[in-house]
């Protein structure tokens, strides 16, 4: 009896480590980031991709953002998108091999939009951005800032010329 007490209170130890040393890696305190990572799994979840983006892992790219990404990869990564799981990535630059089905482009990082525009071109690819004017310089969503609240804009004829269907919550949750 006492063993299986024993055994209980070790195991009991260790998910309780396992539980802390894995949410000291997220700053949950930085909303932000947590916020932007919601609407990008969101947005993932929330709309349809052409037949041939629905093989492998669905991808999310990051660039500029060590936050975003730190919070969508532990908030989001490998969880299913239908048949695919969630790879979160940190991007350096923009990938013109792979296939990324959304790729959010940090305001730090905004000089990289027009080649993300000209290289993604004729890709099913969902390009976010976070500042203001990213919208009017081609991204698909932007994030901005509504009465204190982190809210988003987006270009629906821009979404569906990629071959991506923005189901009915990404369309009723935009602003503008």
Not at 16 to 21: A, F, N, Q, R
Not at 31 to 46: D, G, S, V
Not at 67 to 78: P, S, T, V, Y
Not at 111 to 140: D, F, Q
Request: charged fraction near 20%; include cysteine.
């Amino acid at each position: 009896m006492k063993a299986c007490f024993y055994a209980f209170g070790v195991m009991f130890l260790l998910l309780i480590g396992s539980i802390t040393s894995h949410a000291q890696k997220l700053d949950e305190s930085d909303t932000r980031a947590l916020i932007h990572a919601n609407f990008m799994y969101q947005f993932a979840t929330n709309c349809n991709w052409p037949a041939e983006s629905k093989k492998g892992k669905f991808y999310i790219g990051v660039l500029g953002n060590a936050d975003i990404f730190e919070a969508a990869k532990e908030k989001f990564g490998a969880k299913p998108v239908g048949s695919q799981i969630i790879e979160v990535v940190s991007l350096t630059e923009i990938p013109t091999t792979q296939l990324f089905h959304i790729i959010l482009i940090d305001k730090s990082k905004k000089a990289e939009l027009p080649k993300a525009l000209r290289e993604l071109k004729n890709k099913s690819t969902l390009i976010v951005t976070n500042w203001e004017g990213g919208l009017s310089a081609g991204a698909h969503i932007n994030f901005k800032s509504v009465d204190g609240s982190i809210r988003y804009e987006m270009n629906e004829n821009a979404i569906v010329d990629r071959k991506i269907t923005p189901g009915v919550k990404i369309i009723q949750w935009k602003v503008g």
